[in-house]
């Protein structure tokens, strides 16, 4: 079963403007994980937030947590054409501190303009 | 070079055969994991391994197998390919609760 899904499913921005993505899930989680896959390559990771934390930075990353509506955003600022790409997010839910595995969202691919 | 890689990049099978899509990581992370990506599903745990020689079900197990012999490596079996397992299928790897590390995909086809 699916546990997250991410809105929006495409996304196209100019360069240089801030892109939204969002995520939402069904069952408590010990942490949700944000993914970029570029075309025909594997998923790259890029940013973790634990469930006891409500904001994290990383480089342009942003990426809120709210457990109370079970759901989390991210947000990449001043895009670049590099950036386009798929983006999902993954969480980790079972037992195992995330030896178990992750649970996908089906992704937001995102187009940035030149 | 460290990283994990997955051999081969593209295959192309008929149903009823053996398959197996192999899966190699530099790191010596212990936990090892395969996903199967396809159009309107994201992506789906097949099977896990937390270390050598132990092995569990995710999601989508049927007509899949594995095994672990070794740390590194981490092969996945379609013992009798069918039309629906055809996918894109990612193999990673980390150290327990830290993030995965992907290869860059076994593109199956099954006709």
């Known amino acids: 079963s699916q546990q997250g899904e991410e809105d929006p499913q495409a996304l196209s921005i100019q360069e240089g403007e801030n892109a939204t993505m969002n995520c939402s899930y069904k069952?408590?989680?010990?942490?949700l994980q944000w993914y970029r896959q570029n075309s025909g390559r594997g998923l790259v990771h890029l940013i973790l937030?634990?469930?006891?934390?409500r904001e994290k930075h990383s480089g342009r990353l942003r990426v809120t947590l709210d457990t109370s509506k079970k759901s989390s955003s991210l947000l990449i600022t001043a895009s670049r054409a590099a950036d386009t790409a798929s983006y999902f997010c993954?969480?980790?839910?079972?037992?195992?501190?995330?030896?178990?595995?992750?649970?996908f969202g089906k992704g937001t691919h995102l187009i940035i303009q030149p | 070079d460290a990283g994990i890689t997955q051999s081969p990049r593209y295959k192309i099978t008929e149903t009823g055969r053996q398959v197996t899509l192999m899966c190699h990581q530099t790191?010596?992370?212990?936990?090892m994991f395969w996903y199967r990506q396809d159009l309107g599903h994201g992506l789906r745990l097949i099977y896990y391994?937390?270390?050598?020689?132990?092995?569990d079900k995710g999601e989508v197990p049927d007509g899949y197998v594995v095994s672990r012999s070794k740390t590194e490596n981490f092969p996945l079996t379609l013992e009798s390919a069918t039309r629906s397992q055809t996918s894109v299928y990612f193999c990673?790897?980390?150290?327990?609760?830290?993030?995965?590390?992907f290869g860059d995909g076994t593109r199956l086809s099954i006709l």
């Open positions: 990673a790897s980390s150290h327990g609760g830290q993030p995965q590390h």
């Open positions: 069952t408590s989680i010990n942490n």
């Open positions: 937030i634990r469930s006891n934390e």
């Open positions: 993954a969480t980790d839910v079972g037992a195992g501190g995330g030896a178990d595995g992750l649970t």
């Open positions: 790191w010596s992370h212990s936990y």
């Open positions: 391994s937390a270390a050598a020689d132990i092995t």
